[in-house]
């Protein structure tokens, strides 16, 4: 029969043009959020973190917004790129006294960066 | 430093077979992590491991699975019988803990396992 696989969100952008990818989380104790790209064939990469005590950050190109009154992360990428094209993915990692770091990462959007 | 190195990146195998997944983490990582990624489910942890020690495998999906990390630079994973739904794209990745700033784990290339 048809196999029914995870329906990615997508958002397709103009070259140059600025991408906002959004991500909701649950747990409200997450203490930690990260994102990471993943390219066709490859493992996913870190692009930027933030911590809860935080409501932005920004890296080369790309912004990360937290907002913890409605659960909501976004990551903003200026002038996309071609070699932007991936699944972004967003983690979360609850606050835990112990150091572990187990992150929980969310199900993602897929980037088409059209030239 | 060669980051996070898998092997072998691609596995095909018969239903039944015992396969084994290899990966060596970064020098000087105390964390390592096995991850699984399907069209189905996504990337779901299944174990890791902090200073060779197995901290949580409630990921692991059944006996079948077993993962063992018998020096820092190097763990297995492995299925016995490997079964067809076992076919999915599995990840290492490795950490250095350095609280409270950063938790960033590297993900090496992944191996491929398609169980026929």
């Known amino acids: 029969g048809e196999s029914v696989g995870l329906h990615l969100p997508t958002l397709s952008v103009q070259e140059g043009d600025n991408s906002i990818i959004n991500c909701a989380y649950s747990?409200?104790?997450?203490?930690?959020f990260i994102w990471y790209k993943q390219e066709s064939g490859k493992g996913p990469q870190f692009i930027i973190d933030i911590r809860s005590n935080m409501d932005k950050r920004q890296g080369q190109r790309v912004t990360v917004l937290l907002n913890k009154t409605v659960k909501h992360l976004s990551l903003q990428i200026a002038a996309t790129q071609p070699g932007d094209s991936a699944v972004y993915f967003c983690?979360?990692?609850?606050?835990?006294?112990?150091?572990?770091?187990?992150?929980?990462f969310g199900t993602g959007t897929r980037l088409t960066v059209i030239p | 430093d060669a980051g996070v190195i898998q092997s072998p990146r691609h596995e095909v195998t018969e239903m039944g077979q015992e396969v084994t997944l290899r990966c060596k983490p970064i020098s000087g990582h105390d964390y390592l992590f096995w991850y699984r990624q399907t069209m189905m489910r996504g990337l779901e942890l299944l174990i890791y491991f902090n200073n060779n020690v197995p901290i949580d495998d409630s990921g692991m999906p059944e006996d079948r699975f077993s993962a063992k990390m018998p020096n820092a630079s190097f763990s297995t994973l492995k299925i016995q019988p490997s079964e067809p739904r076992d076919s999915a794209v599995y990840f290492c990745?490795?950490?250095?803990?350095?609280?409270?700033?950063?938790?960033?784990?590297?993900f090496g290339p992944g191996t491929r396992l398609t169980v026929t």
């Open positions: 990745a490795s950490s250095l803990i350095a609280p409270p700033h950063s938790y960033e784990q590297y």
């Open positions: 747990n409200s104790a997450s203490d930690y």
């Open positions: 983690a979360e990692a609850p606050f835990d006294q112990t150091g572990a770091n187990n992150l929980f």
